[in-house]
């Protein structure tokens, strides 16, 4: 079975669980549940910030642990220091490490649009990612039919969320050109493979409507290939690995964010690092 299709199965099951252990009623209680999100589109085009939209991620299906002690406190608010635009945090535990809560300490410490990363398959998650902090949800192309993908997408706009919606090729981006799509992300991993290469973002870029701010996802290790996807018309950069795999994630974010200004501004000094 490939993977994306066991992550789904699982994911049935999970929300199912959780409508029981957690109804709407009581997730609409959340002290978040009537906060005003915070524009991931804004944020991306600032011009004092990276737009890296830095992920905590402590494990995955195709490397297993990557982090899974991570500090959630540290490392997000370190993000957010370093420059980033925004935060991405997993939620799923089955097959990623994560929990709800390590959005919930995200946004309790950070100011900041925060996507929940998971596998959004019921308007369930949607009540939940408000009611845990946050401001925006991803919808992956691949693990919904175009129809479901629009109805769980302007649900998420009733409340306000934004929505970053991922595509690995032409077909999934084709299908699902919506108005209540804000972000298009364009995934540089092969599902079946999971062979990485921002090609595939360079291939997609010219394919995206202008209206859509363009997100370039996985396989960034190296500032130069940010300055070549800016080049074809990306603004946002997901990036979690290459940070994570660090002891302090923190810090390698700060040291590839300055080497990227410098790169940016043509300089030849050196670069800084944090002690």
Same mark, same amino acid.
């Given at each position: 079975?490939?993977?994306?299709?066991?992550?789904?199965?699982?994911?049935?099951?999970?929300?199912?669980?959780?409508?029981?252990?957690?109804?709407?009623?009581?997730?609409?209680?959340? *002290?978040?549940? *009537?906060?005003?999100?915070?524009?991931?589109?804004?944020?991306?085009?600032?011009?004092?910030?990276?737009?890296? %939209?830095?992920?905590?991620?402590?494990?995955?299906?195709?490397?297993?642990?990557?982090?899974?002690?991570?500090?959630?406190?540290?490392?997000?608010?370190?993000?957010?220091?370093?420059?980033?635009?925004?935060?991405?945090?997993? *939620?799923?535990?089955?097959?990623?490490?994560?929990?709800?809560?390590?959005?919930?300490?995200?946004?309790?410490?950070?100011?900041?649009?925060?996507?929940?990363?998971?596998?959004?398959?019921?308007?369930?998650?949607?009540?939940?990612?408000?009611?845990?902090?946050?401001?925006?949800?991803?919808?992956?192309?691949?693990?919904? *039919?175009?129809?479901?993908?629009?109805?769980?997408?302007?649900?998420?706009?009733?409340?306000?969320?934004?929505?970053?919606?991922?595509?690995?090729?032409?077909?999934?981006?084709?299908?699902?050109? %919506?108005?209540?799509?804000?972000?298009?992300?364009?995934?540089?991993?092969?599902?079946?493979?999971?062979?990485?290469?921002?090609?595939?973002?360079?291939?997609?870029?010219?394919?995206?409507?202008?209206?859509?701010?363009?997100?370039?996802?996985?396989?960034?290790?190296?500032?130069?290939? %940010?300055?070549?996807?800016?080049?074809?018309?990306?603004?946002?950069?997901?990036?979690?690995?290459?940070?994570?795999?660090?002891?302090?994630?923190?810090?390698?974010?700060?040291?590839?964010?300055?080497?990227?200004?410098?790169?940016?501004?043509?300089?030849?000094?050196?670069?800084?690092? %944090?002690?």
């Amino acid at each position: 079975m490939h993977i994306l299709d066991k992550i789904l199965l699982h994911k049935q099951k999970e929300v199912e669980e959780r409508k029981g252990l957690f109804p709407t009623k009581l997730l609409e209680q959340s *002290t978040y549940f *009537t906060g005003k999100p915070v524009s991931l589109k804004k944020y991306i085009l600032r011009p004092d910030k990276s737009g890296i %939209i830095a992920e905590i991620k402590r494990k995955s299906p195709s490397k297993g642990n990557i982090n899974p002690y991570v500090s959630i406190e540290k490392t997000s608010i370190g993000y957010m220091q370093a420059g980033a635009s925004a935060l991405s945090v997993l *939620t799923d535990y089955e097959f990623f490490g994560g929990t709800n809560e390590d959005l919930k300490t995200a946004r309790k410490f950070n100011f900041c649009p925060i996507l929940r990363k998971d596998f959004i398959i019921d308007e369930y998650q949607i009540i939940e990612a408000k009611s845990i902090g946050a401001d925006v949800i991803l919808l992956i192309a691949a693990a919904l *039919t175009p129809e479901r993908l629009k109805q769980l997408a302007e649900f998420a706009k009733s409340f306000d969320l934004e929505v970053l919606m991922e595509v690995h090729n032409e077909e999934e981006l084709q299908s699902n050109i %919506i108005e209540s799509v804000d972000l298009i992300g364009v995934n540089n991993r092969n599902l079946k493979t999971f062979e990485v290469s921002i090609e595939n973002s360079i291939r997609l870029a010219p394919l995206i409507p202008e209206q859509y701010i363009k997100v370039s996802e996985s396989g960034i290790s190296d500032p130069q290939k %940010i300055v070549e996807l800016s080049n074809h018309g990306f603004q946002g950069f997901l990036m979690g690995e290459h940070f994570m795999h660090h002891s302090r994630p923190e810090k390698a974010c700060y040291d590839f964010i300055h080497e990227l200004k410098v790169l940016k501004q043509g300089s030849t000094k050196p670069v800084e690092t %944090i002690k």
